[in-house]
């Protein structure tokens, strides 16, 4: 509720411009019409309809679709892909964009070097997840988010075959960022994921190792298969009926309250109690920027390695991490589920044989470490019976 409040203020205090609109439906009279005539009877900007369809502004009043030799419908989709571009621009806070991508810049890092020092804590977990919380979500809003760039780029090119680029730029700066270090930007920087991630330890005792509440970690080839469906449809949906099935949804707006709506209220508090019990829901079952860098994150430098030399087979970084993921690394597994790399395996390893660097995956073997188990049983057996 603290996190609604405060953002509903927000939003008040960075002004009203929206960040979402509604494209009207283009009038076309007749092929006779004007190109300044279809401008004024629509209400469009002039110079988006010129921008369209590439013409001069000395010749709006007197061109025509017969002389530009396009049919109506031609021509609504021109100045419907050049009006989204229009609304694209103008509906952004570029200095809350600026602002926010500086700051993700500046702030990353430091949770990825706190890691690879074992110097990040619980309790410095939960303050980066509350600095993100309030400084990406509360403070700089719902959007840009790394889940937006992708629903918002696959639903402008399945519904309406266009590209906006400045979003594409955005997407490469989050994958640049889930390729510098496992899944960066949803680890520390993403404002709901790293809500979803603070609940989740809230539910957790004081050394963040085990629930307090209790706690799953549900199959990951179930919760990928949802995730891949879920993208699937929403790619058909919106070539079919040219509808945003994910914004219908998205739990992004617990920053925009005002526009969540019934439908998304619910959802999003089915999530939010969800995040209690299971490990990031929406990331692992829904969100699209999710499946895109879990496929990202195989390129990733730094990641989570295992020493097997120094590993005694305990499981103690297993049963400390929020996933199955930890699970698979230990056994080798070729396919990996999402590691958002929160370092809670790295500080409950007791012998400091997990880590986040950027050398390989692993050195040597799980059986190298089981054996080592084996040899450190028997010597112990050993001296009990002399
Ligand atoms: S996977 Fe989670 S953390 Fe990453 S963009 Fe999606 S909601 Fe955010
Ligand atoms: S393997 Fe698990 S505990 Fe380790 S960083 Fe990844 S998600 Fe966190």
Redesign the pocket.
């Known amino acids: 509720m603290a996190v609604i409040g405060l953002s509903i203020l927000s939003v008040q205090l960075w002004g009203s411009k929206s960040e979402e609109f509604d494209l009207p439906k283009i009038q076309i009279a007749s092929d006779t019409q004007t190109i300044a005539n279809i401008s004024r009877v629509n209400k469009i900007p002039l110079v988006v309809i010129l921008t369209a369809l590439k013409i001069d502004s000395a010749n709006a009043e007197i061109t025509n679709l017969v002389a530009l030799n396009l049919t109506a419908g031609e021509v609504e989709t021109k100045i419907t892909k050049s009006l989204i571009t229009y609304y694209e621009h103008q509906s952004k806070n570029w200095l809350k964009i600026f602002l926010k991508f500086l700051l993700w810049g500046l702030l990353l890092p430091i949770p990825v070097v706190l890691i690879a020092r074992r110097k990040l804590t619980p309790g410095r977990r939960q303050f980066v997840y509350l600095t993100s919380i309030v400084t990406f979500g509360i403070i700089l809003g719902s959007d840009p988010?790394?889940?937006g760039t992708?629903k918002d780029a696959v639903f402008l090119m399945t519904a309406h075959q266009t590209i906006f680029w400045p979003r594409i730029i955005a997407l490469g700066f989050?994958l640049l960022t889930v390729v510098m270090s496992t899944?960066l930007?949803?680890?520390w920087?993403?404002?709901?994921?790293?809500l979803?991630?603070l609940l989740f330890r809230l539910g957790r005792n004081k050394k963040d190792r085990k629930g307090i509440v209790r706690q799953f970690k549900p199959s990951f080839w179930l919760s990928n298969s949802i995730r891949v469906v879920f993208f699937l449809a929403s790619m058909l949906v919106g070539l079919a009926w040219s509808l945003d099935i994910v914004g219908l949804i998205d739990?992004?707006r617990v920053y925009k309250p005002l526009v969540l709506g019934v439908g998304g209220a619910l959802f999003l508090a089915v999530v939010l109690v969800a995040s209690l019990f299971v490990y990031?829901p929406?990331?692992?079952f829904a969100?699209?920027?999710?499946?895109i860098?879990?496929l990202f994150e195989k390129l990733a430098i730094f990641r989570i390695r295992v020493d097997y030399g120094k590993c005694d087979a305990c499981q103690a970084c297993n049963s400390a991490c929020p996933s199955t993921v930890m699970d698979a690394i230990l056994k080798q597994n070729r396919v990996l589920p999402?590691c958002?790399g929160c370092g809670v395996c790295v500080e409950s390893c007791p012998t400091n044989a997990v880590s986040l660097t950027l050398s390989r995956r692993q050195t040597g073997h799980y059986t190298d470490a089981l054996q080592t188990l084996q040899i450190k049983r028997e010597t112990l057996k050993n001296k009990r019976a002399k």
Do not use: A, E, N, Y
């Open positions: 988010s790394p889940m992708v989050f899944k930007i949803c680890s920087g993403c404002q709901f994921g790293t979803q991630d739990p992004f990031r929406w990331c692992h969100c699209p920027f999710g499946l860098s879990w999402d958002f």
